[in-house]
């Protein structure tokens, strides 16, 4: 078996691995659920729209699924304390997500355009609302999370839902939501054609402008903010124990890793040139090219996340030598293993079965193909 360290740092790779896979497979129908009452007209039009995602949004659930369940076995203290301090936001992104299953399935089933016009906005909800929070959880994790343990090692959250909605937290939440709603239009505009391709390419060049400003806007204020750094010893394969270490905040703390490894910049930079390059290929209708750099884009923003706050998972302001980290939040070295060995088997199947599914579906689909399916489509 590997050893302790080598495993944590694994595990700190694989999260960021599939939490990357749920932003770019479930982001990209949350992006065209963004898009729908915008880039379809009327009622043909959007149920083309829900039949480019219809069939598979919720096999790219298993992505989330497997995301969520990740952390709670890799990172249990993390899990605890971060569906503790965010829990009425978590809720509120579970509630938005409750709108996609009915909204596809049932959306279709009664021929009244006030019934299915209150579901296009459901699915609406239920694609910009989890992209928007999740943005502003990490615009949170950035500035640090309001909370300290006790004796027992028993989290408290000592903020508030509202103090959620700070305005640089904000900011990271525009960041996600443009990202994925540009993500979202180059893949409908990769399945569609005509009047819709045509709209669903001025949503995602207009969400990748906002989404690189956006995220320099970002890059610069998160120089200025208090950072964390860690200024005691540390034992990368000793047991967990978050309170064993000291830690500060220093304004531009965040940059000690781009410092220490300069090839870390290739992570912004890929973010930005993913969003200008997906934005010109739209443009000149290379669509496929288009949806992968704008998966690559998603990978230089969240990479870049990452790589700031390593090795720090979910820094405490209240008390920061509480503060999580990839070294002391861990699970058992036994059960990190395991988890890997069960990984290692089961994500190539994920990553099978996904690609022959997207094999199968691939294709346009029309507004001919509706009315010839039109009580079997979505």
Same mark, same amino acid.
Request: zero cysteines.
């Given at each position: 078996?590997?050893?302790?360290?080598?495993?944590?740092?694994?595990?700190?790779?694989?999260?960021?691995?599939?939490?990357?896979?749920?932003?770019?497979?479930?982001?990209?129908?949350?992006?065209?659920?963004?898009?729908?009452?915008?880039?379809?007209?009327?009622?043909?039009?959007?149920?083309?729209?829900?039949?480019?995602?219809?069939?598979?949004?919720?096999?790219?659930?298993?992505?989330?699924?497997?995301?969520?369940?990740?952390? %709670?076995?890799?990172?249990?203290?993390?899990?605890?304390?971060? %569906?503790?301090?965010?829990?009425?936001?978590?809720?509120?992104?579970?509630?938005?997500?409750?709108?996609? #299953?009915?909204?596809?399935?049932?959306?279709?089933?009664?021929?009244?355009?006030?019934?299915?016009?209150?579901?296009?906005?459901?699915? %609406?909800?239920?694609?910009?609302?989890?992209?928007?929070?999740?943005?502003?959880?990490?615009?949170?994790?950035?500035?640090?999370?309001?909370?300290?343990?006790?004796?027992?090692?028993?989290?408290?959250?000592?903020?508030?839902?509202?103090?959620?909605?700070? #305005?640089?937290?904000?900011?990271?939440?525009?960041?996600?939501?443009?990202?994925?709603?540009?993500?979202?239009?180059?893949?409908?505009?990769?399945?569609?054609?005509?009047?819709?391709?045509?709209?669903?390419?001025?949503?995602?060049?207009?969400?990748?402008?906002?989404?690189?400003?956006?995220?320099?806007?970002?890059?610069?204020?998160?120089?200025?903010?208090?950072?964390?750094?860690?200024?005691?010893?540390?034992?990368?394969?000793?047991?967990?124990?978050?309170?064993?270490?000291?830690?500060?905040?220093?304004?531009?703390?965040?940059?000690?890793?781009?410092?220490?490894?300069?090839?870390?910049?290739?992570?912004?930079?890929?973010?930005?040139?993913?969003?200008?390059?997906?934005?010109?290929?739209?443009?000149?209708?290379?669509?496929?090219?288009?949806?992968?750099?704008?998966?690559?884009?998603?990978?230089?923003?969240?990479?870049?996340?990452?790589?700031?706050?390593?090795?720090?998972?979910?820094?405490?302001?209240?008390?920061?030598?509480?503060?999580?980290?990839?070294?002391?939040?861990?699970?058992?070295?036994?059960?990190?293993?395991?988890?890997?060995?069960?990984?290692?088997?089961?994500?190539?199947?994920?990553?099978?079965?996904?690609?022959?599914?997207?094999?199968?579906?691939?294709?346009?689909?029309?507004?001919?193909?509706?009315?010839?399916?039109?009580?079997?489509?979505?």
């Amino acid at each position: 078996m590997l050893d302790y360290p080598t495993l944590k740092i694994i595990w700190w790779l694989l999260v960021g691995v599939l939490l990357v896979g749920f932003a770019i497979m479930d982001g990209h129908d949350m992006g065209v659920g963004t898009l729908l009452p915008f880039a379809g007209k009327d009622d043909i039009e959007r149920r083309v729209i829900i039949n480019t995602v219809g069939p598979h949004w919720d096999g790219n659930q298993v992505w989330f699924i497997t995301a969520g369940g990740a952390i %709670f076995a890799a990172w249990p203290l993390v899990y605890a304390t971060a %569906f503790s301090g965010f829990y009425w936001a978590m809720l509120a992104v579970l509630w938005a997500l409750f709108f996609r #299953p009915v909204g596809f399935d049932y959306r279709s089933k009664i021929d009244n355009p006030a019934w299915r016009k209150t579901w296009d906005w459901g699915l %609406f909800v239920g694609g910009a609302v989890p992209p928007l929070i999740f943005g502003v959880a990490f615009g949170n994790l950035l500035q640090g999370v309001p909370f300290q343990f006790d004796d027992y090692l028993v989290s408290t959250y000592t903020g508030s839902f509202w103090q959620l909605l700070n #305005p640089f937290a904000l900011l990271a939440g525009v960041v996600s939501s443009a990202m994925i709603t540009m993500h979202g239009g180059a893949y409908l505009a990769h399945r569609t054609e005509g009047a819709i391709q045509a709209r669903a390419i001025k949503g995602a060049v207009i969400a990748a402008a906002v989404m690189v400003i956006a995220f320099v806007a970002a890059g610069f204020w998160l120089h200025a903010i208090d950072g964390y750094r860690i200024v005691s010893p540390v034992s990368p394969g000793a047991l967990p124990d978050p309170m064993s270490k000291s830690v500060v905040r220093e304004a531009g703390a965040w940059m000690d890793n781009y410092a220490r490894q300069p090839l870390l910049w290739l992570l912004p930079v890929l973010g930005l040139a993913g969003a200008f390059l997906a934005a010109i290929l739209l443009i000149v209708r290379r669509t496929l090219s288009a949806f992968v750099a704008s998966a690559l884009a998603t990978v230089g923003v969240i990479g870049t996340a990452g790589a700031s706050m390593f090795p720090f998972i979910m820094p405490s302001s209240s008390m920061p030598d509480a503060s999580l980290t990839v070294w002391d939040s861990v699970s058992s070295h036994l059960t990190l293993g395991i988890m890997l060995v069960a990984t290692l088997i089961f994500m190539p199947l994920i990553v099978l079965y996904t690609g022959w599914a997207y094999r199968v579906m691939r294709g346009k689909v029309t507004a001919a193909y509706i009315r010839e399916n039109n009580h079997s489509a979505y």
